[in-house]
């Protein structure tokens, strides 16, 4: 059961934990004071922290991918905006991690059904199984003290370019404060090459890093992007239209 803004627990380092406040669910992993994930009580189906709006950036470049992965479910934040924002695309988010699983309902992760599917599984070893390739992949993965070990290796992210789709995207969050950063940053260059840029949020928290097979970011007029596709709604597009001019900023930079 979640917990009251005043609780607290006992839980095993690493075993991910929810608490309540006023206007929010968070969850946290046991032994780390960062925030995982964070849903709006309120509004249950917004993005809540400011580095899930910079990764939904892909749809700068991809405004209707038809298959889209995702390493990582958290609170789910992200696969459960797409499953409602993004009616024609077809999900699944990869979970290492039973107990995160166990919490979907709490944070109104949607059942699976014919276009929607949480798999069991490590991220790492579903990449080498060779799957259908998609237009976007999503890696957000994290073990209380940022990237896991087996996903900061290069041979992962080699995987990772191998699982998409000519101009498909991937779109990395690193933190900025973890070890594992430069690590992960450094091996991301050497498999993508200059196809790639970084955003930092904010908060100087989160490092977003998007990556493309092809050439799909030098050849996107940004003056046309940022309008909002026909097949967004004019909630979604709200949510996401100010961070995107983070990132049209940094690639003005670029």
């Known amino acids: 059961m979640p917990l009251s803004e005043s609780q ?34 309120l509004n249950p189906y917004s993005l809540d922290l400011e580095y899930t709006r910079l990764m939904m950036g892909f749809l700068l470049f991809d405004s209707g991918p038809r298959r889209l992965l995702m390493i990582g479910l958290g609170g789910g934040s992200l696969p459960k905006f797409c499953h409602r924002y993004l009616p024609q ?17 709490d944070f109104h992760v949607p059942p699976d059904d014919a276009r929607f599917r949480v798999i069991a599984a490590d991220g790492r070893n579903y990449l080498q199984a060779d799957p259908d390739p998609v237009d976007v992949l999503l890696i957000d993965a994290y073990d209380g003290q940022g990237m896991p070990t087996a996903l ?29 950063y430069p690590v992960c940053l450094a091996h991301l260059r050497e498999v993508f090459g200059t196809s790639l840029f970084e955003v930092i949020d904010d908060d100087m928290t989160n490092s977003i890093v998007f990556a493309c097979n092809g050439e799909r970011f030098g050849h996107t007029d940004l003056r046309r992007a ?13 949510q996401l239209q100010p961070t995107f001019k983070l990132i049209e900023a940094t690639l003005i930079l670029r």
Do not use: Y
């Open 89 to 105: 695309t077809s999900i699944d988010v990869v979970e290492i991690d039973p107990d995160v699983i166990a919490l979907r309902d």
């Open 226 to 238: 940022l309008r909002k596709p026909e097949n967004l709604s004019k909630d979604a597009w709200r």
């Open 8 to 41: 607290s627990t006992d839980a095993p380092s690493g075993q991910p934990q929810l608490r309540r406040t006023r206007d929010a669910l968070l969850m946290q992993f046991a032994g780390s004071a960062s925030v995982q994930s964070s849903m709006s009580l």
């Open 152 to 180: 900061c290796e290069q041979t992962f992210f080699e995987d990772c370019l191998a699982t998409l789709l000519p101009d498909g995207i991937l779109v990395v969050n690193l933190h900025l404060e973890s070890v594992s």
